[in-house]
Nanobody
């Protein structure tokens, strides 16, 4: 059994920063990628940033220059540092990880989501 759990959301003012964390736990053999998505009300879920194992991270255009994804492989944890936040960044942010376990092949797991609200 694998769990993916996010934390760190909240309410901030425009221009402020927030750091999200996401930890994967359970019987993990390999983590192939850890990613952040977001979904605003009435919109489709979209990729924010991805951190594939062994390769450079990549970002959505709206995240470039403001958001930074990083991983602590020893802790199976991924972070999303968000700076210069804008009201349009308001969304539920989801962590996703592609993982293999002793009992399964490659499976994508999702966290429960954490709300980020940017408002004055």
């Amino acid at each position: 059994q694998v769990q993916v759990v996010e934390s760190g959301g909240g309410l901030v003012q425009p221009g402020e920063s927030l750091r999200l964390s996401c930890a994967a736990s359970g019987s993990i053999l390999s983590i192939y990628t850890m990613e952040w998505y977001r979904q605003a009300p009435g919109k489709q879920r979209e990729l924010v940033a991805a951190s594939p194992s062994g390769t450079a991270p990549n970002y959505a255009d709206f995240a470039k220059g403001r958001f930074t994804i990083s991983r602590d492989n020893a802790k199976n944890t991924v972070y999303l540092q968000m700076n210069s936040l804008k009201p349009e960044d308001t969304a539920v942010y989801y962590c996703s990880a592609v993982i293999s376990t002793p009992r399964t092949s490659v499976v994508r797991y999702w966290g429960q989501g954490t709300q980020v609200t940017v408002s004055s």
